[in-house]
């Protein structure tokens, strides 16, 4: 005879998740993306950048230069699009917590407007500090503890009632993994405009990636664009600052000379400390910036 188990607390975020995602008319895309050029600076540059983080740099720029792939659609009450005015990445995380192996959503604030190691230390701090020390993670823990039916009341509203705070807490796109150990996704679940998944192992140059894409926002032809252009930032806006830390040229990858690099640092410099005082400035003030950047 066997026996009723309840959901665990993981198991109920990802219920949640699945609820809604059944909602959502997703559609999808697959390529191969050739990266070996990318393989080849990551391994000079140092520290070293995971692939999810350079895949989320790149699409996160698209994002930013695309204002429709910042839009959400919003049902109550009359059906329309609501777009948020920066880029907030929403990557599943996969972690062991009390003797479960659960998702977690590790979020990202304007990934476009921060550096490959910046991200990076974002990265390893959800990867491997304890669940309990990231506040994200309390917070959905907590959550998941909440009956069902408060739960589906609390995304009902993030969705149609309070879209300024569905980025913080949904983001404005999701990231997961496309592939691993020989098995391939054909799309992913989700409540994003678009949802890209990467391939954290590349083969011999060769990146199996996945684009989700909400079809309430995007059609075909539009979201093939995307994927293209971000394929495009990759091997190019990314690729140079992959470049820039190893001290190479983006092309031939031949030493650079003293002057450039003294340069990089310069330029570097600059905008670490333009990022700084964007911190310091307050919500109000820090939009307005956003929007600035975005319309230029």
Request: glycine share 6%; net charge positive; with cysteine.
């Amino acid at each position: 005879m066997g026996k009723r188990l309840p959901l665990s607390n993981g198991r109920r975020l990802v219920d949640d998740v699945i609820h809604i995602s059944n909602k959502m008319p997703m559609a999808a895309f697959s390529a191969d993306w050739d990266v070996a050029l990318i393989s080849k600076l990551r391994r000079m540059a140092k520290p070293k950048i995971s692939w999810n983080v350079l895949m989320m740099k790149a699409h996160a720029i698209v994002c930013q230069q695309m204002p429709e792939l910042r839009r959400c659609y919003v049902r109550f009450p009359w059906a329309h699009l609501y777009q948020h005015h920066q880029n907030v990445c929403m990557m599943t995380i996969g972690r062991r917590h009390k003797g479960e192996e659960r998702l977690f959503f590790a979020r990202f604030n304007e990934p476009d407007n921060q550096t490959l190691v910046e991200l990076q230390e974002q990265y390893d701090k959800y990867r491997k500090d304890p669940v309990e020390d990231i506040k994200q993670f309390r917070h959905q823990i907590a959550f998941a503890k909440c009956p069902e039916l408060v739960r589906r009341f609390g995304w009902w509203v993030l969705f149609n009632m309070w879209p300024q705070k569905r980025a913080s807490h949904m983001g404005t796109f999701g990231m997961s993994i496309s592939g691993y150990k020989g098995a391939r996704a054909n799309g992913h679940l989700g409540f994003n405009a678009t949802i890209l998944g990467t391939d954290p192992t590349p083969k011999q140059g060769i990146a199996h990636m996945v684009l989700t894409f909400d079809h309430q926002i995007l059609d075909g032809a539009p979201a093939t664009e995307v994927f293209a252009e971000s394929r495009r930032m990759l091997i190019t806006a990314v690729a140079k600052e992959l470049a820039d830390m190893a001290g190479v040229n983006q092309n031939t990858l031949e030493p650079l000379s003293a002057e450039e690099i003294e340069q990089i640092r310069i330029n570097f410099a600059e905008k670490k400390q333009q990022r700084e005082a964007e911190k310091k400035m307050n919500r109000k003030e820090k939009r307005a910036m956003t929007e600035a950047r975005n319309a230029a």
